[in-house]
């Protein structure tokens, strides 16, 4: 998944170097790198045990993972 994860953000990339003014791109891959940021938390915080920073880290990129309706 995070090989997946980031192709995917290495296409996106090259759209936006093609066309800076791509927005769906913009949003898209700041979607890919809250999903690889969130797995690099989840990580660091083996068995749920985390400073409260990555704590609140955690917690933010669960969030807009999941985003609720």
Same mark, same amino acid.
């Given at each position: ?44 915080? @083996?068995?749920?045990?985390?400073? @409260? ?13 999941? @985003?609720? @309706?």
């Amino acid at each position: 998944r995070v090989s997946l994860d980031l192709r995917m953000a290495r296409v996106l990339e090259a759209a936006l170097r093609h066309d800076p003014a791509y927005l769906t791109a913009h949003e898209n891959l700041g979607d890919v790198y809250v999903r690889l940021a969130l797995r690099a938390y989840e990580r660091a915080a @083996p068995g749920g045990r985390a400073e @409260p920073t990555l704590q609140r880290k955690l917690r933010l990129a669960r969030e807009l993972t999941n @985003p609720r @309706p």
